[in-house]
């Protein structure tokens, strides 16, 4: 072995890093096996690089992933608006108003056609006559049998595919 | 199960529009591309922008991803390019995140409680702390070798230089950061 041989510690940290080549790692077992008194100064470097492994990692804000994945599904969908859910709110609105109508139409008609002043009162002949209408006639027309079930089915699968996407974006 | 699927499902997965596929790449690199974002960039706001943007990126550009390289290199490599963007934007006149010539700045250890608060710091804080007064560079270069103990090559294509121009550049970040500890931070990093 060269007697003028110096082991830095530059030289330490290239061998605990695996940087040596082979014949200067082997000049280096030698020294350190004939001068043990130097092996301390191995191990601090293999502690440190320990040390450096075993730091934990920073964790980002809360939330961070699904903030990613609504700015890349904006991205895709070419509508910054969406990550924020805002940009289709007239489609539930208009979905809503019209499962409304459907729903309340019904209640009003049967309240406007009901009496409201008790027969016991009042004598019958001086009562307005409820205008009459022809339920049946209303219920059993084609467009009502297959044009009402038709549209509330078109709208029901709107909403259902609202609210699947909604779920998806949740999700994400 | 969904958890266990390698990062090369997931991209293929990804590749062919599958969203779940991109959100589990985000939930399993989002510590790491935070981590290194922040050793750049040295501010945990900016550090959530700079790794944002680069997901966004990399998505982006998946489909041009040939598998070459492990995707956390690729990841890495566009970390690393998002933050020089992003700090060449705060200072036009940056060309890399190097900092050769600047010497390193110590804390001002003259404030009387600095050192009370300091010992309820644990090891890895101050060892945290003294890697964030390096230079991005070098703070960079120490966790994708040490701590996401990526191999020299690996580094090279992260940080676009010659293998030589890396190990150099690890020494010298190591040599600094031993200055850093001796002068600072001696008495909490003990080995």
Known sequence: MDNNFLLTDDMLWDYADGFLAREEKMQVDAYLSQNPEHRSRL????????????????RPKAGFADLVMAAWV????????????????????????AMG??????IVLIIVSAPTVSTDIIPAE???QAPAIPWVKIFTSPIMRFGMPLTLLFFCFRFLDQYLQQKKMSHL | MAATLSDEV?????????????????????QYAFTLALRFVKNREDAHEVAQDAFLRAFRYLPDFRGDAKFSTWLYKIIYSTAL???????????SLDDE???????????????????????????????????????????????????????????????????????????????????????????
């Open chain 2, 85 to 95: 963007n992003f700090l060449r934007k705060q200072n036009p006149d940056i060309q």
């Open chain 2, 101 to 191: 010539d600047r010497p390193v700045k110590l804390p001002d250890a003259g404030v009387p409680d600095a050192s009370q608060e300091m010992e309820r710091q644990d090891r890895n804080e101050a060892l945290k702390r003294a890697i964030q007064l390096l230079s991005p560079d070098d703070a960079g270069i120490i966790t994708l070798f040490y701590l996401y103990e990526h191999n020299l090559e690996e580094i090279c294509k992260i940080m676009e230089m010659t293998m030589t121009n890396a190990k150099t550049k690890l020494c010298r970040a190591r040599q600094r950061l031993k200055v850093i500890v001796e002068g600072q931070f001696a008495t909490e990093i003990a080995y």
């Open chain 1, 74 to 97: 904006a991205e895709q969908s070419g509508n910054p608006s969406l990550a924020t859910n805002k940009g289709k709110d007239w489609i539930i609105y208009c979905i809503a108003a």
């Open chain 2, 10 to 30: 997931l991209i293929e997965q990804a590749r062919n529009g599958r969203q779940t596929a991109f959100a589990m790449l985000v939930k399993r690199y989002e």
């Open chain 1, 43 to 58: 191990d601090a470097i293999l502690a440190e690089k320990r040390a450096f492994s075993a730091l934990p990692l920073d």
């Open chain 1, 126 to 128: 001086y009562i307005p």
């Open chain 1, 101 to 106: 109508f459907f729903i309340l139409l019904p």
